[in-house]
């Protein structure tokens, strides 16, 4: 037996039930487990997230809303980030609730686009993953679990663009946006200032460090430094007056500053632990991460390219290390 969506004794979440924001946590076949889903009841009845698109978190979302007395059909805005864990639902509780859909402006192209911008995603990261050492029967496997993996997300229709910085109204409460690019190049984060929470999917986990995913430029200049991006974006959160962080997984942060102090200072030691291994010899990203992590799984060599290619990105920064590109495979050193 799956539990329930919303187990009885949900009491980390307690304080943001009382405010009216209940937490669903819904299905998903990552390995990151369940995603938290919010309904917020006010007008508009809103829905933060949807879940992947599977029958499985359907009925579970469906049986959740309902279990708090509303339906599925009275939602009226749904507001949604852009990985498909988050994403995949929108598009058929927007069909049958008629909801506006509201995404922060960087990720409407991405999300009315899916497919297309899905398979291009999938070919900047077979380039990206040859260019730095990733094995090539490794690539191609990794391609046919990503388009597997594509099934589970589904385009939708942004009705209501957010911008960065601007107040959105509802009855009861004003939730400011916030863009915290890093895990995400459109990660958002919903403050209400009032009740001093936030609403913050991926850009902070309290049982896991949210890995910043490489991603593909989008007007074709230089890949975009997601772990760059990602800690300038939590230094900014790191400034907001918050007493509780509601999280896209897991259970909610109540000391958002020492989080983000132990996750600022894992990624210098990160670093430090990489500057060490290129003074011992220059290496490939991919040569990195095998030193670090031995052998890896073909469904984490992204995942693991991607921490290597972010520290490598705040080495470069520094004028610690520098990248000699080859013929083919690029190599790292010291600079
Ligand atoms: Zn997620």
């Known amino acids: 037996m799956e539990p329930p969506a919303t187990p009885a004794g949900d009491e980390p979440f307690a304080p943001a039930a009382a405010a009216g924001i209940h937490r669903l946590a819904i299905p998903t076949p990552f390995a990151v487990g369940r995603v938290n889903v919010y309904l917020i009841e006010d007008r508009p009845l809103t829905l933060v997230d949807a879940g992947p698109n599977s029958g499985t978190s359907f009925d579970e979302l469906q049986r959740g809303v309902e279990g708090l007395g509303h339906a599925l059909e009275d939602i009226e805005l749904v507001i949604l980030h852009q990985h498909i864990d988050h994403l995949g639902l929108v598009s058929l509780v927007a069909a049958r609730s008629g909801a506006k859909v509201a995404a922060i402006d960087a990720a409407v192209p991405i999300v009315e686009n899916f497919s ?29 679990v990503s388009r597997a993996f594509r099934a589970w997300g589904a385009r939708v229709d942004v009705t209501r663009p957010l911008r960065d910085g601007e107040a959105l ?7 400011r946006v916030h863009h915290r690019p890093g895990h995400s190049p459109t990660d958002t984060v919903f403050h209400d200032q009032e009740r001093r929470m936030l609403i913050a999917a991926d850009h902070l986990l309290a049982h896991v460090s949210s890995n910043p995913l490489m991603t593909r430029p989008r007007d074709g200049s230089a890949r975009p430094k997601s772990l760059v991006q990602y800690l300038d974006s939590l230094a900014a959160t790191r400034e907001m007056d918050v007493d509780l962080v509601l999280p896209g997984h897991g259970d909610p942060i109540t000391d958002h500053r020492e989080l983000i102090d132990q ?5 210098r030691r990160r670093a430090d632990k990489i500057h060490r291994l290129l003074v011992d010899r220059p290496r490939s990203a991919y040569e990195i991460a095998q030193a670090l992590w031995g052998n890896i799984a073909v469904t984490h060599a992204y995942l693991t390219l991607s921490e290597v290619l972010g520290h490598l990105d705040l080495l470069a920064e520094d004028g610690r290390v520098r990248e000699r590109t080859s013929d083919r495979v690029s190599v790292w050193a010291p600079a």
């Open 263 to 267: 996750r600022l200072a894992f990624h």
């Open 169 to 175: 109204v509802l009855r009861d409460r004003t939730l």
């Open 116 to 144: 297309i911008e899905a398979q291009a995603d999938d070919e900047f990261a077979r380039d990206t993953m040859l260019r730095h050492g990733v094995p090539e029967d490794v690539v191609a496997a990794l391609q046919s």
